[in-house]
Each structure stands twice: as C-alpha cells, then as structure tokens.
C-alpha cells in the first residue's frame, strides 16, 4: 500500500497554483485523477479570465490597484477628498469668499454707476434745452417707433440762429436752474470754439446739371470770445470780419464746442462724496447726406474732477475712501489667490495625464483614448480663470475711477469687465451644484446637446442669412427696421419670438411700391411660417431629444469611456483609509515589500472568491463527472 499523497495542479494560463485537497491512494488510476483535476482546472481557469486579459505579476497588480485610487480620488468631489485624504477644499472656501467680495462690490459699483450715468443723461437734457435751439421734451425720450423727424436745420439762417441761440445760452448759463459754472478758476467766460469742414471744392450748377467739386476737405477753427460775439453782435457777422465763408454746398459738418463745470451733491451717500464733473459740451452740425436736411445734435461728454469741498466732510470721508479702497484691494487678492489654485489644479491634472498615458502603455500597450485625455481638462477652472482676469482688471479701472484719475469712457469698460466676471462666477456655482444628481440635469443635457445643436444651428444660420441680406436689400428703402443690415437681423429675430408682427407688416406702404408691398407679404409669412413652425420646433425637440437621453442615463447608467471604465473597477470607498496609506510617489517607482504583499494577497482572496462562485455555478456539470469516475472506479 502506497502512503497517500496530494496532488498539486498548476494552472498554466495564470501563474497561479490550484490547490486539489482529494487524498487517494497510489493504486489509483492516474488517468482517472488527471481527468478529475482537469475539470476543476478549467472552472477555475475561466473565472480568471473574466480578471483581467493579461498576466499580472504582484509589482503590476499592485501598481494597478494604486493607480486607480490615485485615478479615483482626483476626480473626487471636495466632500469626498475630505473624507478620503482630510484634504481641506481650499477652492470652494476660496470660491465662496470670492462670491460674496465681488457681489458686495458689483452692488457698490453699480449704484454708482447708475448716479453717474442718470446725472450725466439728465445734464446732457438740459444742455439741450439750454443751447439748442428748437428742442422739444418729445426728443428727450427714445419712442419706437418715433413720433417725431429728427432735429434738423433746413435754412441757411437758421443754421447762424442756432449757433446765436447757444452762444447767447452759454454767455447767461447763470440764468440756468443748475449750478453751472465756467472752467476758469476765477468763473471768467471761457473761448467757444467754432469749427468748419468744408470740401476745398464744391459748387452746384443744377440748372445744367455741371458741378465743381474737389473732395479734399479743409477744416476752419474760430475761438468765439464773449467780447467779439458782443461786438458782433450776430454769428453770421463774426464770421464775416473773420474773413469766413460758409458755402452750403461745400460744407459737411460743423461743431461749436464749449465747457462747463457743477458739482452733484445728490451722490454724496454713506459710502460716496459728492462729485464734481466738468462736461465738455459739442453741438454737431451733420451736413454729411447733403439732402437738405443738416441734423442737429449735441454731446456732452462727462469728466469728474478731484474735488476740493468742505473740509469738514473731506476729512470724514478720507474712512470711507479707505474702506473702498479696502474692498478693492480684497477682491483682487482672493481672485488673484483663486488664479493660483485653479492654474496649478489644471497644471497638476495634466502631469497625471502625462502619468496615466504612461501607464495604460506600460501596463496594456494601448494609448488612452481622446476622451479618456479630456477627461483631466477642467474646464470649470478655465471659466473661474477667465473670470478672475476679468474681476482683477475690472477692480484695478474701478479703483482709478474713485481715484478720480480716469474718464467717463471707463465707467463702461469697468461695467463689462466687473460685469461678466461677476456672471462667470456666479455660473460657476453650477460646478459645485453638479455634485448632486438632481441639479446637475441642466449642465449634463446642455453638454449632451452641444454638438447636435452646433450642427443644427450652422443649417438655421445659413437660411437666417439668406432672409437677412435679402430683407436688407429690398426692404431697406421702404421699411424702418430693415434699413441697415444689424436692424433686419435684429427685426427677423424678434419676429422669431413672435414680436411685433402687426407693426412689422404695417410699416410697409402700399402707395410707394404696390409690387414691394405683395413682395413683403410673401416675405414675412414665408419667413415667420418656417422658423416658428418648422426651425423652432425642430430645435427645442434636439433639446428635449438629450434631455431623454440624460433620463435614460440616469436610470440605466453613463457610458464610459476607457479612463472611467479603468476607474470603475476601484470599489474603495472614500472613507475607507486606503487613499492615507497611498504613497505620493510616482507608481512605477520602488514599493515595499510589504505593501505588494498585501496587495497580492486582496488579489487571491478575490480569485478564490470568484472560483467558488464559478465552481457552484458548474455544480450539475461537476456533479455528473464526479459520478461517472465513481463507477468507473467501483466496476475497477
């Protein structure tokens, strides 16, 4: 009798050893147990396959492993890095602050802002009441569509009458409800300058339809003293002893300029002092069509002064001053600080982009896919970027503003750039709302529909073009809203949005061209017919067509692409502690021997794992073999 043995079988397509735990005697037949051995080799052999598709040694495995926590914990929300590593979220708090500072300021700014634009709208009325001669109050407010013609001269003499009546406004502006003053420090009657741009050439012969006509144009300045319009008495006069000849024919504009001084006090508030503006004042003259119609206009260009005011409320103010300037200077230092982090984020993501491509290379011999690369770039961090540009130039114009060392032209660009930084930080916000199912919808279906809308808007595009220039052309002539090219686009697109449809058709008189009055008929309704019926329509169904496809997303699962399939097969929860003892080298350098051991050994518990479950899965297959080799074996 041979002493029993155990029999050991290697599984040659893994490495591994399986272990048979039968005992039988030597007189046994060897074909009998090599056929037993077999079949469980099998069962446990193609459990294995469905690991991995390569062999992996216990350095590889463990690399892998380390590979997708790193993976894993960098596409982390904050909550969770906080759970996983006790890594403080220094971007949200920043973000947050950064919130607050800058709404504080937008709000500071943009009721200022608005004193400063009403002020300066409300002077350039009175100006115009002041210094214009024919004026109205149904000029002052933009009516659509205008009840009234433009303001404009018509007579050679009321051209000289009007320059009269401003010069007579300007020498009595004490008489004026404002508190205007000249631009002299001692409040003497400031020059007025009168200028001329006449063609060198230009005389009209009409009743033989000859001309003479040379399209240089040659510009004549005057200064107008209060002592020479006193001895004058009349423009017309001045310009006479002047030696200056207006030719009508030959004229193109004409610009009387002057400068006033005032103080508004109605902007002193608890965080403002009052303002002192000096306003330089333009009467244009517009000849330019040459169609007997010189339009008349005036400008009045703002321009705020340091002011000198009472002491006593210079000295209280020099704290208020402090604590805007204060404000400003914080703005910038927590959007500069918000500038750091995400550029270095977005430097740190593609180092481990660089780092992954390196591994599936290494470890599969496959480059990672287009959308796996995406994947590290944040585009989030780009906007946040974007809009910190924006908000640190802005709070760097808005500083020099209350410094009183900039003009009235930067009030604007300061209002864009504070403003869109400000709608770029609030649309930021979405990020840290996308970390939750039920408010993330609106950025995933956005996301989702972008390319089908890309390509459905080129087609839309390319018809709303064809409509706009045709508009344009035939229309123009005729028709109020579509006499320049920006006016039909913006007309065409209200009509889209079904405004104004009534007045559109209208505005087209039968009387001038019976032939464009049907043309615009058929033009419109075709028009309106096929974007609100069939473009409109056919876009919000894209729309609605990715937002299903988000619905379905949510209830079956997101499609993966490579990166986030070789994530996936981390099941490590952020609060399990295995993210701590990762170490921050580079994966494909040195690790101790232990950490691979018990790597490894996490491994083989999940093969045994899975071999069971396979082997009770073949349970009838195994059970039927078993008992055919025991008859064999009793029939022996």
Same mark, same amino acid.
Not at 177 to 196: K, Q, T
Not at 558 to 567: A, C, E, S, V, Y
């Given at each position: ?36 051995? &077999? ?24 690399? &892998? ?19 996983? +590593? ?78 009269? #009546?401003?010069?007579?406004? #300007? ?59 006193? &001895? ?169 503003? &209350? ?119 058929? #033009? ?29 997303? #949510? ?61 009770? +899965? ?19």
């Amino acid at each position: 009798m041979s002493e029993p043995r155990k029999r050991i079988v290697k599984d040659e397509s893994r490495g591994n050893i399986l272990k048979n735990h039968s005992w039988s005697n030597g007189s046994d037949s060897e074909n009998e147990q090599a056929g037993e051995n &077999e079949l469980l080799n099998e069962a446990v052999s193609s459990s294995h396959s469905t690991i991995t598709d390569q062999p992996i040694s216990n350095m590889s495995l463990f690399t &892998e492993e380390k590979m997708r926590r790193k993976l894993k914990f960098f596409f982390m929300n904050p909550i969770e890095k906080w759970q996983a +590593k006790r890594r403080f979220p220094y971007k949200f708090i920043v973000q947050v602050i950064k919130i607050l500072l800058v709404t504080i300021q937008l709000c500071l700014f943009a009721h200022n802002n608005y004193i400063h634009v009403n002020y300066t709208w409300d002077n350039r009325i009175a100006f115009s009441h002041l210094f214009l001669r024919g004026w109205d109050n149904s000029l002052e407010v933009p009516v659509y569509p205008p009840v009234t013609g433009p303001l404009a001269i018509y007579k050679r003499d009321d051209f000289y009458n009007t320059i009269d #009546y401003a010069l007579d406004g #300007y020498y009595n502006v004490s008489n004026a409800v404002g508190s205007y003053s000249y631009i002299a420090e001692d409040n003497s009657v400031g020059p007025v300058i009168l200028c001329l741009y006449q063609y060198k050439e230009g005389i009209i012969f009409g009743f033989n339809e000859s001309y003479v006509f040379d399209k240089e144009i040659i510009e004549t300045c005057i200064n107008i003293t209060n002592k020479t319009y006193i &001895e004058s008495s009349k423009s017309k006069l001045l310009l006479f002893k002047q030696n200056i000849k207006v030719n009508f024919s030959a004229l193109v504009k004409a610009h009387l300029m002057f400068a006033l001084k005032t103080v508004n006090l109605k902007a002193a508030g608890p965080m403002t002092p009052p303002d002192c503006y000096q306003f330089n004042i333009k009467i244009n003259f517009d000849n330019r069509d040459f169609d007997g119609q010189m339009l008349l206009s005036l400008d009045a260009e703002p321009k705020r002064l340091q002011c000198k005011g009472d002491t006593r409320y210079v000295t209280d103010n020099r704290i208020e001053s402090a604590v805007r300037t204060l404000l400003n200077l914080f703005v910038i230092l927590i959007c500069t600080v918000s500038l750091i982090l995400c550029s270095r984020a977005i430097y740190r993501a593609q180092l481990l982009k660089f780092e992954t491509m390196n591994f599936f290379k290494k470890a599969y011999g496959k480059i990672l896919s287009l959308e796996g690369r995406l994947e590290f770039l944040n585009l989030w961090y780009v906007m946040i970027i974007v809009n910190d540009l924006l908000i640190i130039m802005g709070s760097a114009i808005k500083e020099q503003i &209350e410094r009183k060392q900039f003009g009235s032209d930067h009030w604007n660009i300061c209002s864009i750039f504070l403003g869109t930084g400000n709608l770029l930080v609030w649309f930021g916000v979405l990020r840290y709302l996308g970390f939750f199912k039920t408010y993330n919808v609106v950025i995933l279906t956005l996301k989702k529909a972008a390319p089908k809308v890309a390509r459905f808007l080129i087609c839309a595009i390319l018809i709303y073009a064809g409509f706009t220039f045709c508009g344009w052309l035939i229309l123009g002539p005729y028709h109020m809203k579509f006499r320049s090219l920006a006016t039909t686009s913006e007309c065409l697109f209200a009509l889209i949005n079904g405004d104004d449809m009534f007045a559109t058709f209208s505005a087209t008189s039968f009387s001038k061209s019976p032939m464009l009055w049907w043309y615009s008929r058929m #033009y419109l309704y075709t028009f309106i017919s096929l974007y609100i019926y069939v473009v409109l329509s056919l876009f919000i169904s894209v729309i609605m067509d990715a937002y299903d496809t988000i619905k379905i997303y #949510y209830r079956d699962g997101f499609p993966k692409n490579d990166l986030q399939t070789f994530i996936a097969a981390c099941t490590d929860e952020a609060s399990s502690g295995l993210y701590k003892d990762d170490s921050e080298d580079n994966p494909f350098m040195g690790h101790s021997q232990n950490q691979v051991q018990n790597s490894q050994q996490n491994r083989n518990k999940r093969l045994e794992e899975q071999s069971v479950y396979s082997a009770l +899965k073949d349970n009838n297959v195994l059970n039927k073999d078993y008992g055919s080799m025991a008859d064999r074996r009793i029939s022996a």
